[in-house]
Antibody
């Protein structure tokens, strides 16, 4: 069965960087896009960006440009999301989510369990 | 960026009621719209994709309609497990965006 398993919760200082991993299993890793979505406490969902695990190409939400990097390791079927220059407003649960069809990114059919990242000042 | 505005922000309803949630896009998005359900402390769940297609395993009491800029999610007969927050999401163009959410509460 399809599974996306994320790394554990983190506490980071303001100004530091974070890296969250998302290990995929149960499907052909390179055939499906992966997205990152975050949710601040008590708030709605915010799309951050997308990576194509096949070639590694990415597209990021403009507000994160310069701070956000998504990478993948095809040997371990894992994608990584790194966010730098952290501030208190980055405190959130971070989710990876799979695009719903092979080579089609539009909708998110499987989600990781979420990783809570807390930024302390 | 395409803005999605959901209404209402919250709604109270009873088991067995019919409930409709709307989502309006700031520009035309054809049928590139999905609906998700999220329960407290849980991961979002895809209900509807391409505006009106029911995701596998989702009960048929959920339905979606619309195209262009105006969309609706309808739950035909509320069940206890349906009380949750619902989000729309557009996939017409990057950056993908979500509505602010509609909280469905028990009356």
């Amino acid at each position: 069965q399809v599974q996306l398993v994320q790394s554990g919760a983190e506490v980071k200082n303001s100004g530091a960087s974070m890296r969250v991993s998302c290990k995929a299993s149960g499907y052909i890793f390179t055939s499906y896009y992966l997205h990152w979505v975050r949710q601040a406490p008590g708030q709605g969902l915010e799309w951050m960006g997308i990576i194509n695990p096949s070639g590694g190409s990415t597209s990021y939400e403009q507000k994160f440009q310069g701070r956000l990097t998504m990478t993948r390791d095809t040997s371990t079927s894992t994608v990584y999301m790194e966010l730098s220059s952290l501030r208190s407003e980055d405190t959130a649960v971070y989710y990876c989510a799979r695009g719903w069809r092979s080579s089609s990114p539009e909708y998110f059919d499987y989600w990781g369990q979420g990783t809570l990242v807390t930024i302390s000042s | 960026d395409i803005q999605l505005t959901q209404s209402p922000f919250s709604v109270s309803a009873s088991v067995g009621d019919r409930v409709t949630i709307t989502c309006r896009a700031s520009q035309r998005i054809d049928s590139y719209l999905a609906w998700y359900q999220q329960k407290p402390g849980k991961v979002p769940k895809l209900l509807i994709y391409a505006a009106s297609s029911l995701q596998s395993g989702v009960p048929s009491r959920f339905s979606g309609s619309g195209s262009g800029t105006d969309f609706t999610l309808t739950i035909s007969s509320l069940q206890p497990e349906d009380f949750a927050t619902y989000y729309c999401q557009q996939a017409n163009s990057f950056p993908y965006t979500f509505g602010q959410g509609t909280k469905l509460e028990i009356k």
